[in-house]
């Protein structure tokens, strides 16, 4: 059975030492006992109490880390089903998948690793490249460490081939695809040498099951399950199998990251089946197509998924140019919370009218909710106002307010006595127009 965070804690250094990342231990023995943590994060727990803590120190999913200078993606490690009731914790990686015969390699990692897109004040980028061995993967290898620094998935069931590889990654955490009964020792001899990790992968979860204990006995800790499947309905319901195993059952032959092709059924669905992966636990998603119009939804899904459901997602305040605003333009006023803020964005944007957006850290909220809680009133819009320093950028203090807030108006007159304060419409969609009639 499970130990409690007041048992583990008994069972730690209870130094205080915080070398874990935790100020206290006891901080550190409730994310062990949550298994959100492993026991190897403590310098100082003896050998006897790791031996009474080896249940609650192990993951029901094993973490999974995939490094390449100082760029890394982690899968794996979490503690429940379904995200409303705690929260996802490590996003799926999406990789691009590129073959080592492919004389335009570099030019396609070139044009991918570039790819940067900014959501909600967060850069999001592609991953890392799963490398098909359908040529010579060492040059291949080379060729793309040439022109990306990202996390590496060699594909090949060359034991030889995958250590000349290898050899070139020293110092970064790999993975390698894949290892079934067939040639299972030689790949875990290869990842064991070079400490990476290995997908191993089977017809069933039965065979995965039987599989995995084969390859920890070989000394590969590290493990990535290819379910398999024939179509994707098959695949979704091995996942979810899998996965409640691992966690409600802590069966440990099946207690690790899942990795999908998305492309394995066709190009035509990849979009559709990448979405489901990365919605129903798979941990490495692998994308045969790199197209900026089906990688940026897939990034922002992904975002949705793993974001703690209690905490909203959020714009980072402060001051923001629309449309190149002059000193004459409007100051507009709303908060951080994410869907706020591009509802107005995105309408005064698309006008073509000029504008300055002061965003104020109303801790993720929208207008209405954010000031029936205090969040959002006319000393923190004053607040953020002064601490912007917007009044050096216009040369006309004018301020908007959101319409639902038109309350706040008089009490924002007496904290900037020295702007005018207009009350705009209710809703985001009306901004363009108020703005011709109202503002000029």
Not at 386 to 412: C, M, N, Q, T, Y
């Amino acid at each position: 059975m499970a130990l409690s965070g007041i048992q583990i804690y008994k069972l730690l250094p209870q130094t205080n030492c915080k070398e874990c990342g935790f100020p206290t231990c006891l901080a550190f023995s409730m994310k062990l006992a949550a298994k959100q943590v492993e026991l190897s994060a403590c310098p100082y727990v003896s050998e006897a109490s790791k031996k009474q803590l080896a249940e609650s120190s192990a993951p029901p999913v094993r973490l999974i880390t995939l490094k390449a200078n100082g760029a890394e993606i982690k899968a794996g490690n979490e503690v429940c089903m379904f995200r409303h009731e705690k929260t996802f914790y490590n996003k799926p990686g999406l990789f691009i998948r590129v073959k080592a015969s492919d004389p335009d390699l570099a030019a396609k990692v070139t044009k991918a690793d570039a790819y940067k897109v900014n959501y909600v004040g967060m850069d999001f980028t592609v991953d890392g490249f799963a490398v098909e061995a359908d040529g010579d993967l060492t040059a291949a290898v080379k060729a793309i460490r040439a022109v990306s620094k990202r996390p590496l998935i060699l594909i090949s069931t060359d034991a030889a081939a995958l250590d000349s590889a290898l050899g070139l990654l020293a110092g970064e955490q790999t993975l390698i695809y894949a290892a079934d009964s067939s040639n299972y020792e030689a790949l875990a001899d290869t990842a064991k040498k070079h400490k990476a990790a290995l997908v191993v992968k089977g017809d069933s979860l039965d065979a995965l099951a039987d599989l995995t204990p084969k390859v920890q006995a070989k000394g590969v800790e590290d493990m990535v399950l290819d379910l398999g499947g024939k179509n994707l309905g098959e695949w979704l319901t091995r996942s979810t199998q899998a996965r409640r195993l691992a966690l409600k059952s802590n069966f440990k032959p099946l207690g690790y990251p899942t990795i999908f092709f998305a492309a394995q059924n066709g190009v035509e669905k990849e979009a559709v089946y990448a979405a489901q992966a990365i919605s129903k636990y798979a941990g490495f998603v692998i994308l045969d197509t790199f197209a900026p119009e089906m990688i940026y939804p897939l990034l922002v899904l992904r975002e949705n998924i793993y974001t703690d459901p209690q905490k909203p997602i959020q714009v980072t305040p402060g001051i923001y140019e629309i449309n190149s605003p002059k000193p004459e333009s409007p100051v507009l006023i709303t908060t951080n919370f994410s869907i706020t803020y591009f509802s107005v964005a995105n309408e005064v944007e698309g006008s073509g009218l000029p504008a300055w957006l002061v965003v104020t850290d109303a801790e993720g909220m929208s207008v209405l909710t954010a000031w029936a809680a205090g969040k959002f009133d006319a000393e923190r819009i004053a607040k953020a106002v002064k601490g912007f320093d917007v009044a050096s950028k216009v040369s006309k203090k004018r301020i908007v307010l959101p319409g639902h807030v038109a309350v706040l108006s008089g009490e924002l007159e007496e904290e900037l006595s020295d702007w005018e304060i207009r009350v705009g419409p209710r809703e985001a969609v009306d901004l363009p127009a108020f703005m011709k009639q109202a503002l000029n």
